[in-house]
């Protein structure tokens, strides 16, 4: 199970996703560009001292990060609001790349086009969405129960 981020654009946010990945031991994609520098003091204060324990690659461009994907066989999981189904009915399988989008306008058409999957954390009714540190970890949540029992061992 990996995480990707698609053009974050707030460093917190990014940070925070880091550090959940180096947590549960799941490596993370950045894929730019980025609306923020690594040197980015908020970015660097919300991953603390996790970040140097995360496996992280940075893709300099989506068109890299998807030759990478396929090239390696790994599934596309899109979380979005646009998503039919939802996170909770779908079955995850350990190889899978949780795909998020940029906080401020998701992902383009082209990169929704490609996802295997589209889904969605429903929400109540009227609201806009979550925020995607919080739905990053809802959705690793899920799909690691489904795919690496050890993770719950781990508490």
């Given at each position: 199970m990996e995480i990707a981020l698609f053009q974050p654009?707030?460093?917190?946010?990014?940070?925070?996703i880091l550090r959940l990945c180096a947590c549960l031991d799941v490596a993370a994609h950045i894929i730019e560009p980025a609306g923020f520098a690594v040197s980015d003091?908020?970015?660097r204060r919300a991953g603390m001292?996790?970040?140097d324990q995360v496996r992280l690659t940075r893709h300099i461009s989506w068109t890299k990060f998807e030759q990478w994907r396929r090239a390696n066989g790994h599934r596309l999981v899109l979380f979005t609001t646009k998503g039919a189904t939802s996170y909770l009915d779908f079955r995850y399988s350990p190889s899978d790349i949780l795909l998020f989008?940029?906080?401020?306008?998701?992902?383009?058409d082209?990169?929704?086009a490609?996802?295997?999957?589209?889904?969605?954390?429903p929400i109540k009714q009227g609201l806009r969405s979550l925020n995607v540190a919080i739905a990053a970890a809802m959705?690793?949540?899920?799909?690691l129960r489904q795919t690496r029992q050890e993770a719950i061992r781990w508490m």
């Open positions: 654009d707030i460093p917190p946010n990014t940070g925070t003091r908020a970015f001292d996790y970040l989008g940029r906080e401020t306008v998701g992902v383009t082209e990169v929704a490609a996802a295997d999957i589209r889904l969605k954390i959705a690793l949540g899920e799909a």
